[in-house]
T-cell receptor, first 116, second 110 residues
Framework: DAGVIQSPRHEVTEMGQEVTLRCKPI?????LFWYRQTMMRGLELLIY????????DSGMPEDRFSAKMPNASFSTLKIQPSEPRDSAVYFC??????????????FGAGSRLTVL | EDQVTQSPEALRLQEGESSSLNCSYT??????LFWYRQDPGKGPEFLFT???AGEEKEKERLKATLTKKESFLHITAPKPEDSATYLC???????????FGGGTRVLVKP
């Protein structure tokens, strides 16, 4: 299994530009999570999906952020327009619900975003 | 709201010098407490899940323990390859999301 695949690995853009981050979860996993990691705030949950349906988007900072999951093998996180404070590493993670109810997340390698 | 606090923020150890990392948490109905390891430039990698107070799990030089308010990650006789950031997370009964602590950066010097 190739694991959770994220692209791009690095993105440098200018303020005001649109940014799209992509994620391919592990086949068979029915939960997908988007997290953001910064030195100041650590790992923060932005949104998560179950069976392609958004369940909790309370962590999405503002309307500039949007996430979609058009099918079980693909998700996008879009920032439009981007701002310097959006600079962070964005992680995608996936899991399948276990009998215990505890979710062991498998993370991708992350997308490092720098907004100038 | 679930909360996780990890201490210390950073730890410098000599090779072979055992130590413990702390994870204090508040959660409404613990479904699981998780430890992850994160290397620079990589995503977090799963280590352990603990489900109830009194539970312990081991993997090589790492041992995780759990009480009703905190968890410890003990590193016994660490080696330089144990250098990483260790993250603690909790999942409450209310949903399926994990709340992470700020992590402990561990540096083991030869």
């Amino acid at each position: 299994d190739a694991g959770v695949i994220q692209s791009p690995r690095h993105e440098v853009t200018e303020m005001g530009q649109e940014v799209t981050l992509r994620c391919k979860p592990i086949s068979g996993h029915d939960y997908l999570f988007w997290y953001r990691q910064t030195m100041m705030r650590g790992l923060e949950l932005l949104i998560y999906f179950n069976n392609n349906v958004p369940i909790d988007d309370s962590g999405m900072p503002e309307d500039r952020f949007s996430a979609k999951m058009p099918n079980a093998s693909f998700s996008t996180l879009k920032i439009q327009p981007s701002e310097p404070r959006d600079s962070a590493v964005y992680f995608c993670a996936s899991t399948v619900l276990r009998h215990s109810g505890a979710n062991v997340l498998t993370f991708g390698a992350g997308s490092r975003l720098t907004v100038l | 709201e679930d909360q996780v606090t990890q201490s210390p923020e950073a730890l410098r150890l000599q090779e072979g010098e055992s130590s413990s990392l702390n994870c204090s948490y508040t959660v409404s109905g613990l479904r699981g407490l998780f430890w992850y390891r994160q290397d620079p430039g990589k995503g977090p990698e799963f280590l352990f899940t603990l489900y109830s107070a009194g539970e312990e799990k081991e993997k090589e030089r790492l041992k995780a323990t759990l009480t009703k308010k905190e968890s410890f990650l003990h590193i016994t006789a660490p080696k330089p390859e144990d250098s990483a950031t260790y993250l603690c997370a909790v999942q409450g009964a209310a949903g399926n999301k994990l709340t992470f602590g700020g992590g402990t950066r561990v540096l083991v010097k030869p």
